[in-house]
């Protein structure tokens, strides 16, 4: 096993320079009302800016991110910078990437975990396995929320005419993470075009148990210094011009380097710490 759990070796055109992160103990309970007012989320350290996909050049919306942990859940909380602040799709599992939306990837062992989220607090999630696994003798063969023949799938190499040298995995779509809560919170006033907003903060909570398909064996919750590769993004449907934008602006945390959130060797590296943040500084 590898560092982060991945036991694949990309090609060298997948060199970028991921990000670091040190996710400390949450201080206390977390409520999570998208308004990341807590002690915990006022200590937490911030993310460095989002920057383009591709290019890595700065985003003209101010987008970071934080993370903290305890015994029960992983949690998220981003502080995004918008003057019109809009959403329209309500119905869990649409598709929200084609509006503005914010992103998390949690990758591991063959495996990685998508989850997506507009202002509306409308949800897409796909659990993802490398097909080159899903076979006899894999962790999770078998199991029937992971079998193609009945389950709704997607079938992806790359994305944006990138293909991961790695080829093709299975998206699995009917696939829930048990226990998440999520929440957004708006400085302003949606889907009111007339009024200029200052932006909107998501909040979530991924419980543990939810990511032992991901996991590999690892230790959930972590253990003191265990690394994660996790990447979290903001895609952007209205350009600086108030244009519609196709395909939509995309941010990360650390540039990929094509058009394709799909990339779990260069997700940043994310260690837990067991120091509590109000202690970390």
């Given at each position: 096993m590898g560092q982060g759990g991945l036991v694949y070796n990309p090609l060298a055109r997948h060199r970028q320079k991921p990000e670091r992160?040190?996710?400390?103990?949450?201080a206390g309970p977390i409520a999570v009302d998208g308004k990341l007012d807590s002690r915990s989320w006022r200590m937490a350290p911030k993310s460095t800016p989002f920057v383009d996909i591709v290019t890595g050049q700065p985003a003209w919306f101010d987008s970071r991110v934080a993370l903290l942990w305890d015994d029960e859940n992983l949690?998220?909380?981003?502080?995004?910078?918008?003057?019109?602040?809009w959403g329209t799709l309500t119905r869990r599992d649409s598709k929200v990437w084609?509006?503005?939306?914010?992103?998390?990837f949690i990758a591991g062992t063959d495996t990685y975990y998508e989850f997506e989220i507009n202002a509306l607090n409308t949800v897409y999630e796909v659990f993802w396995i490398w097909k080159d696994v899903l076979k006899p003798g894999f962790r999770l063969y078998g199991r029937p929320e992971f079998d193609p023949a009945t389950q709704r799938t997607l079938v992806?190499?790359?994305?944006?005419?990138?293909?991961?040298?790695r080829g093709e995995r299975w998206g699995f779509l009917d696939w829930d993470y048990p226990g998440l809560r999520t929440a957004v919170h708006v400085d302003g006033t949606i889907n009111q075009r007339a009024h200029r907003d200052r932006g909107w903060t998501v909040e979530l909570a991924f419980p543990w148990q939810g990511l032992a398909g991901i996991a590999g064996g690892r230790s959930l919750p972590p253990k003191n210094g265990d690394v994660w590769r996790i990447d979290c993004s903001r895609f952007e449907k209205i350009?600086?011009?108030?244009?519609?934008?196709?395909?939509?602006?995309?941010?990360t945390w650390n540039r990929h380097g094509h058009y394709d959130s799909h990339i779990p060797e260069i997700f940043p590296y994310v260690t837990f710490s067991t120091m509590r943040v109000d202690e970390a500084r």
């Open positions: 992160y040190t996710c400390y103990r949450a949690y998220f909380g981003f502080w995004l910078e918008e003057t019109d602040v084609e509006e503005n939306d914010v992103e998390v992806l190499d790359g994305v944006g005419g990138h293909v991961h040298p350009g600086r011009n108030h244009e519609v934008l196709d395909p939509c602006a995309g941010w």
